[in-house]
């Protein structure tokens, strides 16, 4: 390990692979709420988090688990479940009076039609404004599970539906 006056140990998190403290000060320079997408191979989780000098403040919050008490009965790890998410998530921002927000994947690579960009997807529709480009996002057959079962469209827009209605 190197020693000396001039090495610098770096923080924690990125030495952890945690943390890119360099993306995370580019997104709060934006001085908009951060809607943080994390995803699983079995579940999604999205948050709005507001910065503050404190700590971050979570404003709301939305995890792929919580689809089942809505009459989920797909897998919650899929684009479908990502994009209800997304859309759970958004509703409750909007409650909270976020309008707009940056989109923060973490460290995940931006892959077209990645399971991130299904949650923005959901995002979008539930009326948050976050800057995006058209093409990164899913195709609409993806996003209501056509490519899994043919009833799945069906479901997709029950869930939808009741999350309206609460």
């Known amino acids: 390990m190197a020693t000396g006056p001039r090495y610098k140990v770096p923080f924690r998190r990125r030495r952890e692979g945690r943390t890119d403290f360099r ?3 580019a997104l709060l320079r934006a001085r908009l709420p951060r809607a943080v997408v994390r995803t699983t191979l079995r579940h ?3 948050q709005m ?3 503050d000098a404190k700590g971050d403040q979570i404003v709301a919050a939305a995890h792929s688990h919580e689809l089942l ?3 989920w009965k797909g897998s919650t790890g899929n684009l479908p479940a990502a994009y209800l998410t997304g859309y759970l998530a958004g509703m409750r921002a909007k409650k909270k009076g976020v309008e707009e927000a940056v989109l923060d994947i973490g460290l995940k690579e931006p892959i077209k039609g990645a399971a991130c960009f299904a949650t923005l997807k959901g995002l979008l ?4 404004e976050i800057p ?3 093409e ?3 195709s609409e057959d993806r996003l209501k599970g056509k490519h899994i079962n043919a009833d799945m469209e069906k479901m997709v827009e029950e869930v939808k539906n009741r999350m309206e209605v609460d």
């Open 49 to 51: 988090v507001a910065y």
């Open 23 to 25: 993306q995370r000060r």
């Open 125 to 128: 529709d539930a009326g948050i």
């Open 69 to 71: 008490d809505l009459g």
């Open 136 to 138: 990164i996002l899913p």
């Open 132 to 134: 995006h480009s058209e």
């Open 44 to 46: 999604t989780s999205v």
